[in-house]
């Protein structure tokens, strides 16, 4: 970047000295070097007015700004996360889409679509085993209570931990051929999630 590229970026109002507009321009060639890619231009902006900023204000005004930005932009992607699982989940399970076409129009890996999904029949599987857990009878009501709580854990890898906790100290042997298979499968799924 030259002088004249910078003094026109600032504006003829920039209220910097020579000092500083020196300094200026030395970071605004780092930040162009650092983001040197044609997309880099939100970066290199952000980088150039942050350095101009810290010139003229209080460096802890400054921050005070970024990190409001960036725990902005944090819970918008959060978010935007949490619509794009659901989408996904319902999508891809009504046969909608594929995985890799939902990847595709999404804008992320297949690999991550496949988690999202995964997690959604992993949750439906560990209820499933815990609701039939909690249904054994002679299991202890603060067990039983455990169980009910683990129904709405969000975290497939604690409700995991929970159920094979669950299976350690009671056996499901009385329950019908048809639960027990369901928990078989439940248990052998817990085993490579936790």
């Given at each position: 970047m030259q002088l004249y590229e910078l003094e026109a970026w600032l504006g003829d109002n920039h209220g910097l000295t020579e000092e500083q507009l020196d300094e200026l321009l030395t970071q605004a060639v780092e930040i162009n070097e650092r983001y040197a890619d044609p997309d880099d231009q939100a970066e290199r902006d952000a980088a150039l007015s942050a350095a101009y900023r810290l010139q003229i204000e209080p460096a802890e005004s400054v921050i005070a700004d970024y990190s409001g930005q960036l725990a902005t932009a944090r819970s918008a992607t959060a978010a935007a996360s949490a619509g794009l699982q659901q989408i996904a989940q319902n999508a891809i399970?009504?046969?909608q889409f594929t995985e890799a076409g939902f990847a595709r129009a999404v804008g992320v890996d297949r690999m991550t679509?496949?988690?999202?999904?995964?997690?959604q029949k992993d949750r439906v599987l560990f209820n499933e085993a815990l609701f039939q857990l909690v249904r054994i009878h002679d299991m202890p009501a603060d067990d039983q209570e455990k169980l009910t709580a683990a129904l709405g854990i969000r975290d497939t890898g604690a409700q995991a931990a929970v159920l094979l906790a669950a299976l350690d100290m009671h056996s499901?042997?009385?329950?019908?051929?048809?639960?027990?298979?369901?928990?078989?499968?439940?248990v052998k799924r817990a085993r490579q999630v936790v």
């Open positions: 399970v009504a046969g679509v496949r988690k999202w999904v995964q997690d499901v042997e009385q329950l019908p051929e048809e639960q027990q298979a369901l928990i078989a499968r439940a």
